[in-house]
């Protein structure tokens, strides 16, 4: 079966049990997945950026989909490696995934982003990635100011679809251009 025609029990059943049972809290769903980057390509942009990536799910569907380049950061190298061997799999050109901390790159090398709410393991414990995660407001309140300052440094015109959260990483001069999914799925657009 083709990965753009996949359901996400289909798309789920390509990860390790451990990965898989992580699903509904960690990884975009398929649907979301589609419109996100439906939104992200309407611009002039020849590259997203996918914010704590995971294991690439958003990247995967989103590069099966469209043809511009995606690319997925993750800080965890087993998630990055199940990434890109899935990337391999299915034969996906357009698709990058970087191992490093997120605010360590430079976002003016990308023109849109996709945000899965990927701090608030520092804020909820439900389904832990790692044995160590603990309870951290001060690293999240600082990590959510980091992305802001860097979403705030972006050209007129940047787009960022965020996934559940409260949005407090997007900057006032950022417009709220639609949401779906009950809320949960906003549609930014910088503006001034």
């Avoid at 982003?113 to 044995?131: A, G, H, M, P, R």
């Amino acid at each position: 079966m083709e990965l753009r025609e996949m359901k996400d029990e289909e798309f789920d059943a390509l990860y390790p049990i451990k990965i898989r049972k992580l699903s509904s809290t960690h990884w975009t769903p398929v649907d979301v997945a589609k419109k996100a980057v439906e939104f992200l390509c309407g611009i002039e942009g020849k590259s997203i950026l996918d914010l704590g990536s995971g294991t690439g799910k958003f990247c995967l569907i989103a590069a099966a989909n469209v043809e511009i380049k995606i690319t997925g950061v993750e800080q965890r190298e087993n998630l990055v490696q199940i990434s890109r061997k899935l990337a391999a799999k299915f034969h996906l050109q357009n698709l990058n995934f970087i191992h490093d901390d997120l605010i360590n790159l430079d976002f003016s090398n990308y023109d849109a982003f996709y945000f899965f709410n990927s701090f608030e393991e520092n804020i909820n414990l439900t389904d832990k990635l790692d044995k160590d995660n603990r309870i951290n407001l001060e690293l999240y309140h600082s990590l959510i100011t980091i992305i802001r300052d860097k979403f705030d440094g972006l050209p007129i015109g940047t787009r960022i679809v965020t996934y559940c959260g409260d949005a407090t990483e997007i900057p006032a001069d950022y417009l709220l251009i639609k949401f779906s999914n009950k809320g949960k799925l906003r549609y930014w657009e910088k503006l001034s």
